[in-house]
């Protein structure tokens, strides 16, 4: 990673987390490099980006948009603290979950054991769908039923046995139709 003219700072800091001998950073970006750190360990310590807004202001005497930027370039540098935090207490509970589900087959407990399936579904992601747009009637094995006049049973049923038809010397009569739509209302 080579620093070139032009690079922002926080170009600078990843360079310098990536190799400090060869990429030393300046005061100004010691600096910035202190108040990221500081903005990770406040959101560590659940602070909201207002929290840290007004602190900065006060304390650090910083503009608005410069501790905006901060708080960008802090989840830059380490990740969202509040993406993981979701994340960690997804996976307490999923481990909560199964702990529960253990203790119940180990009584027996058969209700309460479909229950903690359940949840371990839920929250696990393994119920939900894939592909939003997936229709599973489409795959139930439907009966159709198809009214046909007799002589044109007759010829369907000729041509299912393996012989040829001659459709041509059918007599067929054109009928009207209309075409329907479905309409949604809210009655």
């Given amino acids: 990673m080579l620093i070139k003219r032009g690079d922002t700072t926080l170009d600078k800091i990843l360079a310098h987390y990536i190799n400090p001998e060869h990429f030393?950073?300046?005061?100004?970006?010691?600096?910035?490099?202190?108040?990221?750190n500081e903005v990770f360990a406040l959101r560590l310590n659940h602070f909201s980006t207002q929290q840290i807004l007004n602190k900065f202001v006060l304390e650090k005497g910083l503009s608005q948009a410069q501790v905006y930027a901060d708080i960008r370039n802090s989840e830059?540098?380490?990740g969202s603290v509040l993406k993981a935090d979701a994340e960690g207490s997804r996976a307490i509970w999923l481990e909560y979950t199964r702990d529960y589900l253990k203790r119940c087959k180990q009584k027996g407990d058969r209700n309460n054991e479909v229950k903690a399936l359940k949840l371990l579904a839920d929250y696990g992601g393994l119920a939900n769908e894939e592909n939003p747009n997936f229709n599973p009637e489409k795959y139930e094995n439907m009966e159709l039923h198809i009214n046909v006049d007799k002589r044109v049973q007759n010829k369907l049923l000729e041509m299912l046995s393996g012989g040829s038809v001659d459709l041509n010397n059918l007599d067929v009569t054109?009928?009207?139709f209309e075409d329907?739509?479905?309409t949604e209302t809210n009655d």
């Fill in 24 to 36: 030393p950073l300046s005061e100004t970006n010691a600096a910035i490099l202190l108040r990221l």
């Fill in 76 to 78: 830059k540098l380490f």
């Fill in 174 to 176: 054109d009928i009207d």
């Fill in 180 to 182: 329907v739509t479905n």
